[in-house]
């Protein structure tokens, strides 16, 4: 017990280390890892951290210095100029304004980016959200499978502690990527790398046997790929394939995955039959159709800000059935910015996507990490959307924003920054 202590306080005193010395770095960082806790749970606390991150940054001479410094990177601009055009479109919306600015303002959680930037450019900083958000998906893990054995009764079920079973599916699955990552390269105890290994297992097992959400599956299947050709020294080809492989088999092997995968399939399948009965597949492929037909409306500049849902009811108005229900929301990440933000919107987002995983990854495991994150949002991107989730949104800014803090922009994007400044 007394040596387990000991490594505890070790670990405990490694992480304190790891802040930022200056005050006000030190408390914006603290901030932002209580949002990454918050963001699984409460959306009241979240509102509160970010409400001190304002003021923070408001009232900190350091803090606005280095905001300023951050807007500067490329990467940082283009996220902005994405959240400014989503603020342009108001003004063709056919809603009412209130409505306009609640869509604007949903998609704030962008200017995590630069605040992440600003604040975690410190290499030594970079661990403390990764250990954040292993060690409180860690919690959600024992907790999750707690009920799941009937041990105790929480605010909800196994496969919906974290917000619903898809965002628990996404949160656990990344954080064993980061587990792993741990291992590998951070942890050096055995004891050490033994509690991490126990939490992957739990964090695994968790997605085989207790979640529903493919999104889940699917976030898995891509950060095992991504992991496996990245932290192979050879083979790269060979060994990400295999751990594909694995992961795919574990899912056809697991009866809750395997039914639910198989699920989605026959909903594919039968979605024409006019028999067919309502699914959450099914209805998504009718919010697709719909959704190009509002495109091909409207394709440069889209519906407007909030406009989807208007212009989503005139077109299925008189539908029968599950098949005319109004949505304001095609579940499908490119198609929902397409239609309602237009082409220049999603050419805005998709570049400043593009921005930041084309900054370099040789020898920069951290900027790998964020990327890998993203990589899986844009995979889940053909049947949701994540990067305005509430969970989703604030975990791939804050996370992703941390980690490219202190590095590059693409070589071409700082020439392009160069040649506009000096024009």
């Not at 902005?80 to 303002?105: C, H, N, Q, Y």
Request: proline share 3%; aromatic share 14%; net charge positive.
């Amino acid at each position: 017990m007394a040596r387990f202590t000991t490594k505890f306080n070790g670990l405990k005193n490694s992480l304190m280390d790891r802040f930022d010395h200056r005050p006000a770095y030190r408390y914006a960082q603290i901030l932002l890892l209580l949002v990454l806790v918050s963001i699984t749970r409460s959306p009241p606390l979240t509102s509160l951290f970010e409400l001190g991150l304002v003021l923070l940054f408001l009232f900190s001479i350091e803090l606005r210095t280095a905001f300023k410094s951050a807007l500067g990177d490329p990467r940082v601009l283009l996220a902005l100029a994405f959240l400014l055009w989503i603020g342009l479109t108001m003004l063709w919306s056919p809603v009412d304004w209130e409505l306009r600015l609640d869509k604007w303002w949903s998609w704030r959680k962008i200017v995590y980016l630069p605040m992440a930037v600003a604040v975690f450019s410190e290499p030594r900083s970079k661990i403390l959200p990764i250990w954040t958000i292993v060690i409180t998906a860690g919690v959600y893990a024992v907790l999750s499978w707690g009920v799941y054995f009937d041990l105790w009764t929480l605010w909800a079920g196994a496969s919906n502690l974290i917000r619903n079973h898809s965002t628990q599916g996404i949160y656990l699955s990344f954080a064993a990527f980061l587990a792993t990552y741990l291992i590998l390269f951070e942890v050096r105890s055995g004891l050490g790398r033994s509690i991490l290994v126990a939490m992957i297992l739990l964090f695994v097992s968790n997605q085989l046997f207790v979640l529903t959400g493919r999104t889940g599956y699917l976030t898995l299947f891509v950060l095992a790929v991504s992991g496996g050709w990245y932290f192979s020294a050879s083979h790269r080809i060979v060994v990400s394939a295999g751990i594909g492989l694995a992961v795919a088999l574990m899912l056809a092997l697991s009866p809750l995955a395997s039914e639910r995968i198989e699920l989605a399939v026959d909903n594919a399948i039968t979605v024409e039959d006019q028999d067919s009965d309502f699914s959450s597949l099914g209805v998504r492929v009718i919010f697709w159709k719909n959704g190009l037909e509002l495109i091909q409306e409207r394709p440069l500049l889209g519906t407007g800000a909030d406009g989807l849902g208007y212009r989503y009811a005139e077109l299925v108005d008189g539908t029968q059935g599950w098949r005319g229900q109004i949505t304001d929301d095609l579940h499908q990440q490119y198609l929902n910015i397409w239609a309602e933000f237009g082409l220049i919107g999603l050419i805005i987002f998709l570049c400043c996507v593009l921005s930041c995983l084309l900054t370099n990854i040789n020898n920069n495991p951290w900027v790998f990490l964020g990327s890998a994150l993203a990589l899986s949002y844009l995979a889940n991107g053909i049947a949701n959307g994540h990067f305005n989730g509430f969970t989703e949104g604030r975990l791939i800014w804050i996370f992703w924003g941390a980690m490219l803090a202190g590095t590059p922009a693409h070589p071409f994007l700082q020439r392009l920054r160069r040649r506009s400044g000096a024009v």
